[in-house]
């Protein structure tokens, strides 16, 4: 059974500081790995996508990477902004099958101005 | 593009009682998810739909919950009767296909007293 884990589970920090969130799993055969960002009372915002033949995905300041080998993917943001304060979630859809993705419990990130 | 759209937003209902929650999905997405998402937790899936067969449903209460998708389109999951211990955030999601990009809606945050 795949289990996924998310390190830190919180995090503050101050404005403009480059970040780096982390997200392993167990089962290496993988078919996607989704990153999300949940706004308190919000439901999930799909943020990048990355296939398990990528190494990595990239929208503004957003960079997303993935070792598969490892079983390991981050989540590197830039110059980190008090509008970034979310829960950041991973979840990883197995190879084959029905794809049903197992999600991390998240990163709660604070950014202070 | 439209996105998922869920209601009602907020549900308080007392224990025995019964509720039903309901989902449009984005145009056009075969892929119909229901997730329970306890706090601090992520989201733990309910059932899944491929247009109006649901194929994964091993997870779902089965005695008291029950969920069905007209048409392949709107989807309603109903609980019946409700425990105090499904309190919790019920959200739905939706993809083109099964391994396809989740976009998830709002959610409906249950409150049995």
């Known amino acids: 059974k795949q289990e996924v884990t998310q390190i830190p589970a919180a995090l503050s920090v101050p404005e403009g500081e480059n970040l780096v969130l982390n997200c392993s799993f167990t089962?290496?055969?993988?078919?996607?790995l989704q990153w999300f960002r949940q706004d308190p009372g919000k439901g999930l915002t799909s943020l990048l996508l990355?296939?398990?033949?990528?190494r990595e995905q990239t929208s503004g300041r957003l960079n997303a990477s993935l070792d598969k080998s490892s079983g390991r993917s981050t989540l590197y943001i830039a110059a980190s902004q008090p509008g970034d304060s979310a829960t950041y979630l991973c979840?990883?859809?197995?190879?084959?099958?029905?794809?049903?993705?197992?999600f991390g419990r998240g990163t709660s990130l604070i950014v202070h101005p | 593009e439209a996105g998922v759209v869920q209601s009602p937003r907020y549900k308080i209902i007392e224990k025995k009682q019964p509720v039903a929650f309901w989902c449009n999905p984005i145009?056009?997405?075969?892929?119909l998810y229901w997730y329970l998402q306890n706090l601090g937790q992520g989201p733990e899936l309910l059932i899944r739909?491929?247009?109006?067969?649901?194929?994964?449903d091993s997870q779902l209460p089965k005695d008291r919950f029950s969920a069905e998708r007209l048409k392949g389109v709107d989807s309603t999951l109903k609980i019946q009767p409700a425990e105090l211990g499904d309190s919790a955030v019920y959200l739905c999601?939706?993809?083109?296909?099964?391994?396809?990009?989740?976009?998830f809606g709002n959610g409906t945050r249950l409150t049995v007293t």
């Open positions: 089962d290496s055969a993988i078919y996607n």
């Open positions: 145009s056009g997405h075969n892929t």
């Open positions: 999601a939706s993809s083109l296909g099964p391994g396809e990009s989740l976009h």
């Open positions: 979840a990883v859809r197995p190879e084959g099958g029905s794809y049903i993705p197992t």
């Open positions: 990355i296939q398990s033949s990528q």
């Open positions: 739909y491929e247009n109006e067969e649901a194929v994964d």
